[in-house]
């Protein structure tokens, strides 16, 4: 073929549509159903038993959406297009995000544990160290005065031990009011004064613009480790307890079954909404799983077990959709599970 600037000029444009539709990112995120992957390789417990069946921890996948994949998402189901701005917070960048729901990860792994040791009745020792910065809002008071990672020991000569000290102190304030905050930050005790703001968003709330975790040291016997690697977020608690339960009793509460489910798990085992239900849902029937649990939220009209059992529904899966509100629903169907 004879070689000429037009054919060299169609090349060219033909490689920048390519590269356009292929690789240029769009202000939008794309969520979509994820994996189903068994907990037994992520939770090791030292000496745990072993089960047939495997419990499964189900995710959302979302990336920021290029030309060809913003199309593809129209076309298939149980994709959403958010504006990416929906998904980030303004003035939290991606990695910050990433490294803000890792955090929520350990923190959920760990009422997991909480949850789970006590109801095997196993020896566990909890201290409190004070709150985590996970991070800060751009624009709000904090920006300029407390970093991602300083860790938050006090408020006007307060002793701060956890996240909900904290968030009850400065309810009782209004905007302008002057708060002080002790805090750590590397080996280094530090003190700011802020002023407290509305949120633009939120009527009648104020605060400084930080997003906390509590800090708190759990020992446990006999002990345990976790490798969720990049895995994010605290939706997994449910199934993390199940998991770090059934490897610490010798009853096989699997029963030989594969059992998934979804929901943030809190210290007092009270199992709360998440979002992507509905993905997770087809995630875990292409795994093959038999039984998923859905945060119930005590019968609330559109819970999570609704759009669960409709996706269920409508996806034509033989897969039991099981409501819970707190780990021990859950415990109690798989133990009287045949």
Known sequence: MKVTKRNILFFI???????FLGA??????????????????????????????????????????????????????YQDILPIDQVFPEGVSQDDYMHAQL????SSQEAATV?????????????????????????????????????IVGIDGKEIHEAAD??????????QDKIEI???????????????EEFSDLENKVGIGISLVTDRSVTVDPPIDFSSGNIGGPSAGLMFSLEIYDQLTEEDITKGKEIAGTGEVDYEGNVLR???????????????????FAPNENGAEESNYEIALETAE???TDMEIVPVNTFEDALSYLEKMQ
């Open 13 to 19: 444009i033909m490689v920048v549509i390519v590269y």
């Open 24 to 77: 240029y990112q769009l202000p939008y995120y794309i969520q979509k159903p994820g994996g189903a992957d068994a907990l037994n390789p992520i939770v090791a417990v030292d000496g745990g038993y072993e089960s047939e069946g495997d419990m499964h921890l189900v995710t959302v996948s979302g990336l920021q959406a290029t030309p060809v994949q913003y199309l593809l998402a129209k076309v298939f189901s």
């Open 103 to 106: 955090q929520v990860m350990e």
């Open 115 to 151: 949850v789970a040791y006590e109801a095997a009745g196993e020896d566990i020792t909890i201290d409190y160290n004070g709150v985590y910065v996970v991070s800060v809002v751009e624009g709000m008071p904090a920006e300029g005065k407390l970093e991602t990672g300083d860790r």
């Open 166 to 175: 904290l968030i009850e102190y400065v309810e009782t304030k209004q905007a």
């Open 182 to 196: 002790d805090f750590v930050r590397g080996e280094e005790t530090m003190n700011v004064a802020i002023t407290l």
């Open 274 to 292: 998440i979002g992507g239900i509905d993905k997770k849902i087809v995630a875990a029937n292409k795994e093959g799983i038999d039984i998923f």
């Open 314 to 316: 409508e996806i034509g």
